[in-house]
């Protein structure tokens, strides 16, 4: 081991369906993989003892090339796997429809600020032993069919746990699934349990001891963001008892009644099973976890709501604070508030920063964001004018319309109160439609505005881009529907680089919210019970503090303005971190 930590003494393994580790590293989509990589990269600068496993994909997610109406075409990544990663001798295999699966995986190790290390594990079924089909199951990321995403979380959860027996991981104490897509995990412990005692079914106390290990964390309060996969194509994974478990023994209501009898509240699956007809892995990954916990305070609330019955708890997410504060803000921490790398919450200081090299700092992230849309869209924008800044994946939910509700509007604020440039950027899913419409109306709305208000869509969204467009904007817009905003953590890498929120009050932002502060509002909060604001006044919300507040404070009182930048970073920067969030998991979690 590189790191010096042998497997043997890894107690924390970390299992997410991707992990975005490298721009250049295709895999992941988007928050759900940054995440991951940002989690990653705070345990190895806290030294803790974890491990992470995700799947390989030869094909990445997605390179996106937009045409002239803003239609979305998406073409396979071209990447070499060796540039990345590196081969383990070691070989797991699973069975999938009666066949055996080799899987081989393939290391990359990230480096923490005091020389720890956390190994990743990339788990690949292209061997020459394994069927046409098999060898590509880890081809493409949220690729393929139902079953083929099926087949893929097999790979992650009963494959990822193999696979660590075979790298020599024995003592691992916590399996924390990062989302339901590893929720199969669980029932590999449970057979393992079983194994141990000599035994082929599984029993009451096999559920307590995988309980105790598991940790799951539940990423979305969008119906569709929790995979449900039917019974007829679990069973066709699994044909028959000559694989590690009998699934009917694991997943059926009234065999788990024969199995535990009184002692059913360890693991009621009818909820899971949905009537025998499907299996949802939430509700597999809540069943079977003895911590759950959702991604903000907000979202514990409405996670709790979804899933009655279910203590779920709420840790906030966080962003790698190096990872995302652009080199001009990191030499001037560096400068001013050394250790901040090893202690993020030393950004407290920055509201004693000197305003004018706050500012120095900004205007230099800036330009290097101008100078990308400058090479990739031939437009030149203006460094001293407002610039407004929405990076997200491109669906319903996130509105990234709003903004654009009422152009003429736009129009007028621009030109009584202070120009106004606008940077876009994001991927749609391949299968949502609605996504890519709104997409194309985007376009439709640039072209509207005309030469009035500058606007630019930067097509190919990835690691590398956002970070430049986050710390390189004036103001970071988000606008979510509420209460379908888990947490976001767009805004969190904005303020590290002194870059107020200007944003729906929903996901992380309630929290980090302080207004004319931190950064702004729109509209009102959501509350159980009195549905969602209204859109109009959202709208209205939207315009008149543009109007009123924001741009006349940019233009007008830049000392003011830089008062909420420095306040951005000192308070949301400083708490809003993967280090505190792991802290938290720590106590909570990990080592409870």
Same mark, same amino acid.
């Given at each position: 081991m590189?790191?010096?930590?042998?497997?043997?003494?890894?107690?924390?393994?970390?299992?997410?369906?991707?992990?975005?580790?490298?721009?250049?590293?295709?895999?992941?989509?988007?928050?759900?993989?940054?995440?991951?990589?940002?989690?990653?990269?705070?345990?190895?600068?806290?030294?803790?003892?974890?491990?992470?496993?995700?799947?390989?994909?030869?094909?990445?997610?997605?390179?996106?090339?937009?045409?002239?109406?803003?239609?979305?075409?998406?073409?396979?990544?071209?990447?070499?796997?060796?540039?990345?990663?590196?081969?383990?001798?070691?070989?797991?295999?699973?069975?999938?429809?009666?066949?055996?699966?080799?899987?081989?995986?393939?290391?990359?190790?990230?480096?923490?600020?005091?020389?720890?290390?956390?190994?990743?594990?990339?788990?690949?079924?292209?061997?020459?032993?394994?069927?046409?089909?098999?060898?590509?199951?880890?081809?493409?990321?949220?690729?393929?069919?139902?079953?083929?995403?099926?087949?893929?979380?097999?790979?992650?959860?009963?494959?990822?746990?193999?696979?660590?027996?075979?790298?020599?991981?024995?003592?691992?104490?916590?399996?924390?699934?990062?989302?339901?897509?590893?929720?199969?995990?669980?029932?590999?412990?449970?057979?393992?349990?079983?194994?141990?005692?000599?035994?082929?079914?599984?029993?009451?106390?096999?559920?307590?001891?995988?309980?105790?290990?598991?940790?799951?964390?539940?990423?979305?309060?969008?119906?569709?963001?929790? +995979?449900? !996969?039917?019974?007829? &194509?679990?069973?066709?994974?699994?044909?028959?008892?000559?694989? *590690?478990? =009998? @699934? $009917? +023994?694991? !997943?059926?209501?009234? &065999?788990?009644?024969?199995?535990?009898?009184?002692?059913?509240? *360890?693991? =009621? @699956? $009818?909820?899971?099973?949905?009537?025998?007809?499907?299996?949802?892995?939430?509700?597999?990954?809540?069943?079977?976890?003895?911590?759950?916990?959702?991604?903000?305070?907000?979202?514990g609330e409405v996670s709790r709501m979804m899933f009655n019955g279910y203590d779920i708890a709420a840790i906030t997410n966080g962003v790698h604070a190096a990872t995302w504060t652009s080199p001009t803000f990191q030499k001037l921490y560096d400068t001013h508030i050394p250790g901040w790398r090893e202690d993020n919450f030393c950004l407290r200081a920055a509201l004693g920063l000197p305003a004018q090299e706050v500012w120095s700092a900004h205007q230099a992230a800036k330009k290097t964001l101008l100078d990308v849309v400058s090479q990739r869209t031939g437009t030149q924008m203006d460094p001293e004018m407002f610039t407004i800044g929405f990076a997200r994946r491109a669906t319903g939910y996130k509105r990234a319309d709003l903004l654009l509700s009422d152009i003429e509007r736009l129009k007028r604020i621009a030109a009584a109160v202070g120009k106004v440039q606008i940077i876009y950027a994001g991927k749609a899913h391949p299968n949502d439609p609605g996504g890519k419409e709104i997409i194309r109306r985007l376009f439709a709305a640039k072209r509207a505005l005309g030469n009035d208000v500058a606007m630019v869509y930067l097509d190919d969204y990835s690691f590398d881009l956002g970070a430049k467009i986050t710390a390189g904007v004036d103001v970071w817009l988000n606008t979510p529907q509420p209460p379908l905003e888990a947490s976001g953590t767009s805004g969190m890498k904005a303020a590290l680089n002194g870059v107020p929120s200007f944003s729906i009050l929903d996901g992380w932002w309630i929290e980090g919210h302080i207004e004319g502060v931190t950064g702004w509002s729109i509209g009102n909060s959501w509350r159980e019970g009195q549905g969602a604001p209204e859109h109009a006044a959202e709208v209205e919300s939207l315009y008149q503090k543009l109007e009123s507040v924001i741009l006349p404070l940019f233009y007008g009182q830049r000392d003011g303005y830089l008062e909420v930048m420095k306040h951005a970073i000192a308070l949301n920067g400083s708490f809003f971190n993967t280090q505190r969030m792991l802290q938290q998991y720590v106590t909570d979690a990990y080592f409870r």
């Open positions: 590189q790191d010096g930590i042998k497997p043997s003494k890894r107690s924390i393994a970390y299992f997410s369906m991707e992990i975005a580790l490298e721009s250049a590293l295709p895999s992941y989509s988007g928050g759900l993989g940054v995440l991951a990589g940002d989690t990653i990269r705070a345990a190895a600068d806290m030294g803790l003892p974890m491990v992470g496993l995700s799947l390989l994909y030869r094909k990445g997610y997605f390179r996106q090339e937009l045409g002239e109406d803003g239609t979305q075409v998406e073409h396979a990544v071209a990447w070499r796997v060796e540039d990345f990663l590196k081969e383990e001798e070691s070989r797991a295999s699973l069975s999938i429809e009666g066949r055996r699966v080799w899987l081989r995986c393939w290391r990359y190790d990230v480096k923490g600020v005091r020389g720890d290390g956390v190994p990743v594990y990339f788990l690949d079924a292209d061997l020459p032993e394994n069927s046409d089909f098999d060898r590509g199951l880890t081809g493409s990321l949220y690729g393929g069919d139902t079953f083929y995403r099926l087949c893929q979380e097999v790979i992650l959860g009963v494959g990822g746990v193999r696979m660590l027996r075979a790298l020599g991981y024995t003592r691992i104490r916590r399996y924390h699934m990062n989302e339901g897509h590893a929720g199969l995990l669980a029932l590999q412990l449970l057979d393992e349990e079983a194994e141990k005692a000599g035994r082929a079914s599984v029993r009451k106390r096999d559920v307590e001891n995988v309980r105790r290990k598991c940790v799951f964390t539940t990423h979305t309060p969008v119906p569709a963001g929790h +995979d449900q !996969f039917p019974m007829s &194509l679990v069973t066709r994974v699994f044909p028959n008892r000559e694989d *590690f478990f =009998d @699934l $009917k +023994d694991v !997943f059926c209501a009234d &065999l788990m009644k024969q199995i535990l009898r009184e002692h059913r509240e *360890f693991l =009621d @699956l $009818k909820e899971a099973v949905q009537a025998g007809t499907s299996l949802n892995m939430t509700y597999l990954a809540l069943n079977l976890s003895g911590f759950v916990n959702g991604v903000a305070k907000q979202h």
